[in-house]
């Protein structure tokens, strides 16, 4: 390719990729204005989590195809995808119709966001992916602050279907774009392969299974309290189901060795294993976070979805600033575990002022805990991420960043879903209290963003107070969420990822030229055995207390 071509191409897909990102939080100051169109309150939580459902399972799935099928025209199909799905949230008319525009959109989104990280490895120099790498986890940080100012801006002064309309006209320079200039190398064209046997690599049984769990789990929490009482034969049935099938997912995955969704091998080893638990509980935390506190800001403080936007700024801008601070001082110093210890910790601070707000919170603590918790998130969010490249075989790290993917984008269903249920279920038991004689199934349709239209003005300050109580719940799970990532941090292995490609860690390097192997006797006479153990087929990695075997796999470069 031209300088030309590689230019507009690597544009391009990262215009997909932001599209992408931006999906992820652009609906979070229009839920409230959704739930009053559709009456549909109690479905908040499927708004988020259909589109991390989709996006978190079939992340494999579609790495997949691009080593079987031209990986130019998967491409071309995943944005398509993404947009046949936006286009079904934009034109949708009840809630039904706007959660699976949702789902197929997250299924797209899943392929575009594997597909750039695959195409750039082939059209980039090996030495400049990792710039470009680190590139898309800043147009995640862009999109994380300029979702919700777009949402909240188009649902205030247009309408919240513009999300979603936005979309189509830069999809469609995106694909055009990449079909004019994208050239790949000979070397990534896929061997002919018979379509079955393609079938046969998809683990379609995994999907299928995780899909099935997560939709059980989902259902449970929406029946559970709500519709159903706790202890009727419909939310244990679904909990039974899910339960089951997530066995039956791991059974599935442990038979289907090299073709798993979820490679197990990795997850043996402490540093990948801490890291993608790490991942799952802050991200879990996050996303509850950011979808539940423009409802406090329109149903507590009577903001529009613009000035909930503006609002949500003091917590969405110092994660940004943070998470750019942290890479770099990272990069500089090596140790990854105190950037996990500190962010867990100062996050769960703020989310624990968070929880005392309360009707009449003044602006500086809704501001200052905000802050609070945005940059205990930057700290930590990203670290895990690059933290666990140290852990693994340089070709090995398309593999373990789609496995981080598969726990931070499956902890949003889980997290979503279950801040959902726990909000809806105290809404419902605080009404009895706070607002005898009104209805729970008027509350749950009203919306968030119009209670003062529906209710009257000695009523509504009874369902604000129960909204609170449910807000409150909401965010109790927030805490624990955080709190448990501050374990993790703990038990993560204290080592320094300076140096280090893969397993290949300071003390394999020669020593005359590491300092801490070449300073040490001792240190150097652990590096030759750990270089003897390698010879042997065992990958040692640095901090745990014996030897991990792992099965090195090729990546997306070689597919």
């Not at 968030?448 to 909204?467: I, T």
Request: glycine fraction near 12%; hydrophobic fraction near 50%; charge should be neutral.
């Amino acid at each position: 390719m031209s300088n030309l071509q590689s230019t507009v191409s690597i544009l391009s897909l990262l215009l997909g990729m932001l599209l992408t990102a931006l999906d992820l939080t652009i609906i979070s100051t229009a839920v409230p204005r959704i739930t009053h169109d559709f009456h549909s309150l109690n479905d908040v939580g499927w708004y988020g989590s259909a589109f991390f459902l989709t996006m978190c399972v079939f992340q494999t799935f579609w790495g997949k195809l691009y080593r079987y099928c031209s990986i130019k025209y998967t491409f071309v199909a995943a944005i398509l995808s993404f947009e046949l799905g936006t286009l079904g949230c934009a034109v949708s008319k009840n809630s039904a119709g706007f959660i699976a525009g949702r789902a197929v959109a997250g299924f797209g989104g899943a392929g575009v966001i594997s597909g750039t990280y695959i195409i750039l490895a082939h059209i980039v120099p090996p030495e400049k992916v990792p710039i470009f790498y680190g590139l898309n986890g800043i147009i995640f940080t862009v999109a994380s602050v300029a979702g919700p100012l777009i949402g909240g801006a188009f649902t205030s002064n247009v309408t919240w279907r513009w999300c979603f309309y936005i979309n189509l006209p830069l999809g469609g320079v995106a694909i055009a774009a990449l079909l004019l200039s994208l050239q790949l190398p000979r070397s990534s064209q896929p061997a002919a392969t018979p379509v079955l046997e393609i079938i046969s690599k998809l683990d379609l049984p995994g999907c299928l299974a995780i899909t099935g769990a997560l939709i059980c789990y989902l259902l449970a929490l929406e029946f559970g309290g709500i519709t159903k009482p706790w202890n009727s034969s419909q939310p244990i049935g679904l909990l039974v189901g899910w339960i089951l099938l997530t066995l039956l997912f791991a059974v599935v995955e442990w038979f289907q060795k090299e073709e798993a969704l979820v490679a197990s091998r990795y997850l043996r080893n402490r540093g990948v294993l801490a890291c993608c638990v790490f991942v799952f509980f802050l991200n879990a935390a996050n996303y509850v976070r950011v979808y539940y506190l423009p409802l406090y800001f329109q149903a507590i403080n009577n903001a529009s979805p613009e000035r909930s936007g503006i609002l949500l700024l003091a917590y969405i801008v110092p994660t940004s600033v943070f998470t750019m601070l942290a890479g770099g001082i990272l990069s500089k110093v090596g140790y990854y575990q105190p950037f996990l210890l500190v962010g867990a910790a100062l996050v769960t601070i703020g989310s624990g002022l968070i929880y005392t707000w309360d009707l009449n919170t003044s602006s500086a603590k809704i501001i200052g805990y905000q802050i609070l918790a945005g940059v205990g998130d930057g700290i930590c969010v990203q670290v895990p991420v690059t933290a666990v490249q140290a852990f693994v075989d340089q070709k090995d790290l398309a593999t373990v960043t789609t496995l981080v993917l598969f726990f931070q984008l499956g902890s949003g269903v889980i997290g979503i879903g279950a801040g959902e249920s726990i909000f809806s279920n105290r809404v419902i038991q605080s009404l009895a209290r706070d607002a005898p004689g009104t209805s729970a199934t008027t509350v749950l349709q009203a919306g968030a963003s119009e209670l003062r239209g529906v209710f009257g003005a000695g009523e509504s300050q009874g369902v604000r107070r129960a909204y609170l109580v449910g807000l409150h719940g909401a965010w109790i799970l927030t805490l624990a969420l955080c709190g448990a990532a501050v374990l993790v941090g703990v038990l993560a292995p204290p080592i320094s990822i300076l140096g280090q490609t893969g397993l290949r860690s300071a003390a394999e390097a020669d020593p005359d030229t590491s300092t801490d192997t070449g300073s040490n006797p001792a240190s150097h006479g652990r590096a030759s055995g750990m270089a003897d153990k390698e010879k042997e087929g065992v990958l040692v990695v640095p901090g745990d207390k014996a030897p991990v075997e792992v099965e090195i796999v090729g990546s997306a470069r070689g597919s």
